[in-house]
């Protein structure tokens, strides 16, 4: 069956049922449905999340065979579940872009999802139109107040950085033209489109700690300067009190369910390549607040979604994950080893193990912040055995824990000896000494250039004239010591996407760079990577469909 058709039979149990199961009064939910539910910032409980284990699942460099992570994440929580452990799965909101473009659905497959999988990757509970929504209120009240030509905010058009957002890839609309038919339609001016997630709204929803903070947050949301060259923020122009209403359901983090009657949250989506990649500091904490065990989430490979969350998220928040789980699959391994996609199912040890120095690297990296991993390999049919046992021969080598993962196909029970790796580390290591891989204090470029180094293992890092310019505006915003979130390709170290395995030596390229004064970080775009994606040429939306009961198909 599909992983909608398993999803589709599956009998869910109503959401009070499922808030029992974390001791939340049925009073205290917010009921979208009778199986989705926002929880109250009222549960996180600090003293009680200091207490609980933090478990981060990340993965080797993404290639089109797929490595499974998210599928990993809720099987590796059923697996916990299975061994008396009370253990939730926090995840991140699917972005319409990619269920309609390329990966289709991404709320886990086959017998390891969160339901209602059709719900998740569509509306879900409108957290994601709240901030579309916030973002565009912004940029409507920039372009009216230069066309009102507010005498206390002269806002100099050509200065103004910030793009509106939607939610789908649509490559048409990356570069616009503005205020086109006379003067009452504004002030023409060139301009965009960002997707949804890569808006600073969602990086702030992100990064928040309470309602109070976000409308702070949104207030230092940059939008460029005055003809007098003063800076000006969304807070100058009033509008963050107005985004802020507009985000305060958004704001509560999402209870729904596994296929095995689990409880799992799910909130906040940002893209790991444009933006940091992890789902809500408030969901992460009221999770910690809610069990004993998290097992959570950072988008495509450790050097990206995982650096970002240890780097920016964890030191914000003040987490401390207690082991990092590495995804990948021999079909992966063996991509990276330069054997073609059509051509994955036939053995190849040779290949297997070239491929391998791409795990091998993102195991080097998981250890420069002192932490432990576990390599958790994600089994399909086509895999052979000596495959899989060269796979453990090879981890073994390198002195790291490694697991057959078969979730996809027997849910929990295929999740248990993963389970049961991840548990011997975290009850057998001495106190995390967790460690953020560059001090705050550095520069921006030093910085940018001791993820390049250390991570990505560049050689060299250049910079274009406007991202000098941009590095220079930053620092004159007081923004010299926060975190850098470098915007590059997923597909390898490098900023070239087709530069797969473990290259070292290249040129890294930083190609500008974008404040995110209220997210409290920089942006550092690298490469040819885009903020507003495009769609393949047989988008995934061709494949989706709905008859007259409402039974939706096709979504994968």
Not at 119 to 136: M, P, Q
Not at 194 to 221: F, H, P, Q, T
Not at 462 to 485: F, M, N
């Amino acid at each position: 069956m599909s992983d909608i058709e398993i999803a589709q039979k599956t009998v869910l149990m109503p959401i009070g049922k499922i808030a029992a199961k974390l001791s939340i009064d049925n009073e205290l939910l917010e009921p979208y449905g009778k199986t989705k539910a926002k929880l109250p910032l009222t549960l996180i409980d600090d003293e009680k999340a200091k207490k609980s284990k933090l478990i981060l699942v990340s993965a080797i460099s993404p290639t089109p065979a797929g490595e499974g992570k998210t599928t990993t994440s809720i099987g590796l929580n059923e697996g916990l579940n299975k061994l008396g452990k009370k253990s939730l799965v926090v995840l991140r909101e699917p972005s319409l872009g990619p269920v309609f473009g390329m990966k289709g659905g991404a709320t886990g497959g086959g017998y390891s999802q969160v339901v209602p999988m059709e719900d998740i990757n569509l509306h879900f509970t409108g957290d994601f139109s709240a901030v579309e929504k916030a973002h565009n209120l912004l940029c409507a009240m920039v372009d009216n107040t230069i066309q009102a030509k507010n005498p206390l905010v002269k806002i100099d058009p050509r200065t103004v950085v910030i793009k509106r957002v939607m939610d789908m890839n649509d490559r048409s609309l990356r570069n616009i033209i503005i205020a086109l038919g006379g003067k009452s339609n504004g002030h023409p001016r060139e301009s965009g489109f960002d997707i949804g997630v890569a808006s600073e709204v969602m990086a702030i929803l992100c990064m928040s700690l309470n309602l109070n903070d976000l409308k702070e947050r949104l207030g230092k949301m940059y939008i460029g300067k005055s003809y007098d060259n003063k800076p000006i923020f969304a807070k100058d122009i009033k509008a963050n009190g107005a985004m802020a209403a507009l985000l305060k359901d958004a704001v509560k983090p999402n209870l729904v369910q596994t296929l095995e009657g689990n409880p799992a949250i799910i909130h906040g989506g940002p893209f790991a390549n444009i933006a940091q990649g992890t789902n809500t500091i408030i969901a992460t904490k009221m999770g910690l607040s809610l069990s004993d065990y998290v097992v959570t989430e950072a988008g495509f490979a450790f050097d990206l979604g995982g650096e970002k969350f240890l780097d920016i998220k964890s030191r914000y928040a003040k987490l401390k994950p207690q082991v990092v789980v590495i995804v990948c699959t021999v079909r992966a391994l063996k991509f990276h080893g330069g054997v073609a996609k059509d051509a994955l199912g036939e053995r190849n040890d040779g290949a297997l193990r070239e491929g391998a120095k791409n795990l091998k690297r993102h195991l080097e990296n998981v250890k420069k912040f002192n932490l432990e991993a576990v390599v958790a390999v994600n089994n399909f049919p086509t895999d052979h055995q000596e495959e899989l046992d060269l796979v453990k021969q090879l981890c073994n080598e390198l002195g790291v824990k490694v697991a057959l993962s078969e979730v996809w196909a027997k849910g929990g029970d295929g999740g248990i000896e993963l389970a049961k790796a991840v548990l011997d580390v975290i009850d057998n290591q001495e106190e995390v000494q967790f460690t953020p891989i560059y001090d705050l204090k550095l520069t921006l470029k030093e910085k940018i250039e001791k993820i390049a180094t250390e991570i990505y293992r560049a050689g060299k890092v250049t910079y274009t004239a406007k991202a000098l310019r941009d590095i220079k505006l930053a620092e004159s915003l007081g923004l010299s010591d926060v975190p850098i979130c470098i915007a590059k390709t997923q597909y390898s170290f490098s900023d070239n996407a087709k530069m797969v395995g473990a290259p070292t030596d290249f040129e890294f390229n930083i190609r500008e760079v974008e404040m995110a004064a209220g997210a409290g970080f920089v942006v550092a775009i690298a490469g040819n990577i885009m903020r507003m994606p495009g769609l393949p040429n047989n988008p995934a939306a061709e494949n989706i469909d709905i008859d007259e009961n409402g039974n939706i198909t096709g979504l994968f």
